[in-house]
């Protein structure tokens, strides 16, 4: 078979494998990137379909790549610069503990000496951003407080790969290079992330400008693909990873106009390449190595995993994160990572350790790879659910005319009205649920107490024209209203009110407009069920409005003398039924008798 024809059945062997498993894993309830591994496995080790796992596994990293950079688009400098203490401090921690427990359980196996140990323990101590990553993205779990701290130890980590691979130098006793070579990797790497963020900064905005202007459509394709591989490219060449380039550059973009069509542009190209790239890590198991040494993979791989998970889990407790995110991440990292493989090999190259060892611990990273899906899903059952969970409150953007506080189904309607009508609107909310489903809708929800004055004016309740608050429960509400009218009393307020009584007490505490959230539906599902008995139209419309002005004068009369007041001339002035089969004009209706046929609705929810 011809190289050209090759290349075409293996692609195609590589999507047909990734159509056909991802459904059925997805609907097993196991997750797509457990499919993709078993497809590599059936493929590769299994049938023998592609038998260089490793060169497709080369190129399916773009999909780590784009992965990243699409990360890096959702992260502005300034939240990442929010993150600094996670990413340093959280991160370090990680890595050093977690590579000295690992260093001290591989010098005790005897399998290594003690420079191989170290190398294995600090390379095992790195988790898998394309997993750990994908796992998130899938939950909707990115921005997520554990999310957050996720993806520092995992940043950190692609910072980590330089330092290590300088160590394997410094244990290596030098090799061939001289002494001065791990100093001068490091001084290339920050020269060459110094140069990124200066290219992001002065290069890349004004370069999708000039070619915005073209209105050429693929250019703009072919500008942002450049842009994530020439990045990747640029930090590869400094010894660091290429998913820390595409991030940077990522990041970098993170506050230009473009960001969201280069993620449309670049979004495509990254679900296809990190599908592969997990069929490849299939394809790339060893599964000779992993039978020659079934009994102590079988011991090692849950050892690692429970040791990596322990210490995740006890410097998340330290550094203040609550049991339930703390035993998500311990859960999401266990694994081995991709810098493993590279830590491994350059370790045989040097003789630090055997080749056969280092296809040992490379099937070892794999197999804990294709476990953490597993792991992460079997994680719910030891979560405890009694904390509030959290989103980091990121109020980058925040400072519309209306400033919305909770997005009930109430809200929700209402902001659509309001966007439809060309206004801007900045919704915070206290649930991480609601926001993770907003957002799968396009909807852009800041998370945030809203019963809280810093959290109001980072949401831009200064610069809000009108602030609406549609939180469900009354004493939420009543809690908002109260701190508006303190500290801003000239901003107006428009609330949803729980009941007719809370309508009541809102009134009386001099809000702008209040609105029960039943009365509106109420009154037109009795419309539309007296017009399916056979009354006209017309007719039914002007039976509603005439109950809807009815009650407003009750509700005025109330708010003025009191409920007792209004209950009283409702049992003197008891319902007629006339009016509501064959109304008067609404105007000569509410003239002769305001409170007759009103909805008394001391007992409406």
């Not at 394709?221 to 660091?240: D, N, R, W």
Request: charged share 20%; with cysteine; hydrophobic share 50%.
């Amino acid at each position: 078979m011809s190289a050209p024809n090759a290349f075409f059945s293996e692609t195609i062997l590589l999507l047909g494998g990734a159509v056909v498993a991802a459904p059925i894993f997805k609907k097993l309830g196991l997750g797509t990137v457990l499919g993709y591994l078993a497809a590599g496995i059936v493929i590769g080790p299994v049938f023998h379909g592609i038998t260089d796992g490793e060169q497709i596994l080369a190129v399916a990293e773009l999909g780590v790549v784009f992965l990243l950079f699409i990360i890096g688009l959702e992260l502005k400098p300034t939240r990442l610069w929010q993150m600094r203490r996670d990413i340093f401090g959280l991160g370090t921690a990680q890595v050093v503990v977690t590579g000295l427990a690992l260093t001290a359980l591989a010098w005790f196996s005897h399998v290594l000496d003690w420079r191989g140990s170290i190398v294995a323990g600090f390379g095992l101590a790195l988790s898998s951003t394309a997993f750990a990553m994908q796992i998130l993205e899938g939950d909707g779990d990115v921005n997520t407080k554990y999310g957050q701290r996720s993806f520092s130890m995992l940043l950190f980590q692609d910072l980590a790969i330089v330092p290590l691979l300088a160590l394997i130098t410094v244990l290596d006793g030098g090799g061939k290079g001289s002494s001065n070579a791990p100093l001068a990797d490091f001084a290339v790497a920050i020269g060459a992330v110094a140069a990124m963020v200066v290219m992001g900064r002065y290069l890349l905005t004004p370069l999708f400008q000039i070619i915005a202007r073209t209105g050429a459509r693929e250019a703009m394709i072919a500008a942002a693909l450049f842009v994530v591989m020439g990045s990747a490219s640029l930090m590869q060449l400094a010894g660091l990873s290429m998913a820390m380039g595409a991030f940077l550059s990522g990041v970098m973009l993170a506050e230009s106009s473009y960001r969201h069509e280069l993620e449309a542009d670049i979004e495509p190209f990254r679900g296809v390449l990190l599908a592969i790239f997990f069929i490849a890590v299939g394809l790339s198991l060893q599964l000779d190595v992993l039978a020659d040494n079934a009994l102590f993979v079988i011991v090692a791989v849950p050892i690692i995993m429970a040791v990596k998970a322990i210490v995740i889990y006890g410097l998340c407790r330290i550094s203040g994160s609550p049991h339930d995110d703390a035993i998500r991440i311990a859960f999401l990292l266990p694994q081995g990572g991709e810098f493993g493989f590279v830590l491994f090999t350059a370790a045989a190259t040097v003789g630090l350790m055997s080749a056969s060892t280092a296809s040992l611990l490379v099937a070892i990273v794999t197999l804990s790879m294709a476990l953490t899906p597993i792991g992460a899903a079997l994680s719910k059952r030891l979560l405890r659910g009694d904390a509030h969970e959290e989103l980091d409150e990121d109020f980058e953007g925040a400072g519309a005319d209306v400033l919305m506080v909770g997005f009930s189904r109430f809200g929700q309607i209402a902001a659509q009205i309001l966007l439809a009508g060309g206004r801007s609107v900045t919704v915070i909310d206290f649930s991480a649920d609601r926001i993770r489903q907003a957002s799968a809708f396009g909807f852009r929800i800041y998370f945030g107490d809203g019963a809280r004055k810093d959290v109001l004016r980072s949401a831009g309740i200064d610069r809000a024209k009108i602030v609406l608050v549609c939180t469900q429960k009354k004493e939420i509400t009543d809690r908002v209203v109260e701190l508006v009218q303190a500290d801003y009393p000239h901003t107006r307020l428009y609330v949803r009110s729980y009941d007719r009584i809370h309508s009541i007490e809102l009134r009386n505490k001099g809000v702008d407009y209040e609105l029960r959230e039943t009365l509106e539906s109420g009154l037109l599902f009795g419309r539309r069920t007296l017009e399916a008995l056979g009354v006209p139209e017309v007719d039914a419309y002007e039976i509603g409005e005439d109950i809807r002005k009815r009650d407003e004068a009750r509700l005025v009369l109330q708010v003025s003398e009191g409920l007792q007041a209004g209950r009283d001339m409702l049992f003197s002035h008891p319902v007629r039924p006339e009016p509501l089969v064959k109304p008067k004009r609404a105007a000569d209706a509410f003239d002769d008798d305001p409170l007759a046929g009103t909805v008394d609705a001391t007992a409406e929810a």
